[in-house]
Each structure stands twice: as C-alpha cells, then as structure tokens.
C-alpha cells in the first residue's frame, strides 16, 4: 500500500484531532466555529470534515436531437468565435471576416461533433442533467489539547452541542 503524499494534506490536517461535535448540515458546523472564533478560542486547532458522501444528480430535461444540437451549435459558435478573435490579434484580414468565418466554422463542427456523440450513446442517456456530491453530516474536529475548552465554550451557546440521542 503506497503512502499518502504528505504534501496533498499540508493545512488539512490536525496532529491528534478529536471530535466536538457531528451537525446534520453544514450552516449548523459552520456556526459553531464561528461562536468559538468570536470568542477568542484558536480556531486554527478546528477543523470541519464533511461525512458519509452522497451523490446527488438533479435531472435538468430530456434530450432531443434538436437540443443536442442547439447545444453543439452554441458551444461551436462560442469556440468559433474565440479562435477568430486570436487569429484577428495576429492576422492581416479585417477582423470582423476573421470572426465571421470562424463562428461559422465552429457552429457547423460544433453541431456535428454534438450530434455524433449523441448517437454514439443510442439512447443510453436521453436527459441532462447536473451531479454534485454532497455530504450528509458535518463533524467539527478539534486538536485534543483544546478540546475541553471548546466544549466548554460551545456549552454557552444554545443549540451548539447536538443531542446525542437524537
């Protein structure tokens, strides 16, 4: 088993972290840090850490072969466009043929391109959508050598500290 780079973590990390308290959403972490930031307690002995990860994906709407291609075109047009405004920096053309000509290119490659990834999937995945991966608890972590202090603070502030019997 290959050891992890020590470099990735550098300033995520706390020597002997222990937990001070496991909040449902993040706002609820977030404002327990804040409490304890307020009142003079080191913060940068704390740490939030997002657990038990869940992809969540929302559907946005269907594909159609008119829509895949709207979007190619667009997409085409866009990159069209870019590319034409370079070459207009470094060429000799007028600039507004340099872009016409390049939009126009873009927008015919992009809806090509668009429409051949579209039927390459058969139909395996006619909706769009967008994904993001969420946590579902968020537990504040503290250096152990402060840990007593910021309970004790966390104590003063009511709703901090989670039931945990709930």
Known sequence: MATPDPRLSRGLDLEFPQSLAVYPEYAA??????????????????????????????????????RVAMAGALSGLWLGVFVGLIFAIFGDDPVWQVVLTTAAFGLVFGVIW????????????????VSQVVATRYEVLVENKHAQAARDLLAKLPGALPDPFA
């Open 29 to 66: 972490a977030q404002k327990a840090v804040d409490f304890l930031s307020d009142n003079h307690f080191p913060v940068e002995n704390c740490m939030i850490v997002g657990t038990d990860l869940k992809r969540v994906e929302r559907i946005t709407g269907r594909l159609t072969t008119g």
């Open 114 to 129: 668009a429409l051949l990834g579209y039927a390459a999937s058969r139909g395996q995945r006619d909706f769009s959508s």
